[in-house]
């Protein structure tokens, strides 16, 4: 069974950090294509962030790193914004699917106060 199961947000101010984890389950972490993306309220699914890119949005002040020894993919953000509130999901692509990611995760909330 596949799971992408996220952690780490929460409510931090403006200018804060938080790093994001995305525990991967029954999937071959090492050949997966992996990648943040978020929803504020009212608002599309944007990108955020995979191996190869950053958002313009966040370029500098998130990065996206991986563990394999753990499954884990993660997301550091620093200074925060409040525009950067929203849900966090990550999102795991297998190496020769016809889609770009495969499976997503419940996500998590990150609300970022002013």
């Known amino acids: 069974q596949v799971q992408l199961v996220e952690s780490g947000g929460g409510l931090v101010q403006a200018g804060g950090s938080l790093r994001l984890s995305c525990a991967v389950s029954?999937?071959?972490?090492?050949?997966?294509?992996m990648a943040w993306f978020r929803q504020a309220p009212g608002k599309e699914r944007e990108f955020v962030a995979s191996?190869?890119s950053y958002a313009d949005s966040v370029k500098v002040r998130f990065t996206i790193s991986k563990d394999n020894a753990k499954n884990t993919v993660y997301l550091q953000m620093n200074s925060l914004k409040p525009e950067d509130t929203g849900v966090y999901y990550c999102?795991?692509?297998?190496?020769?699917?016809?889609?770009?990611?495969?499976?997503w995760g419940q996500g998590t909330q990150v609300t970022v106060s002013s």
């Open positions: 029954g999937l071959t972490f090492s050949n997966l294509r």
């Open positions: 191996y190869r």
């Open positions: 999102a795991a692509g297998r190496l020769f699917s016809p889609q770009e990611y495969d499976y």
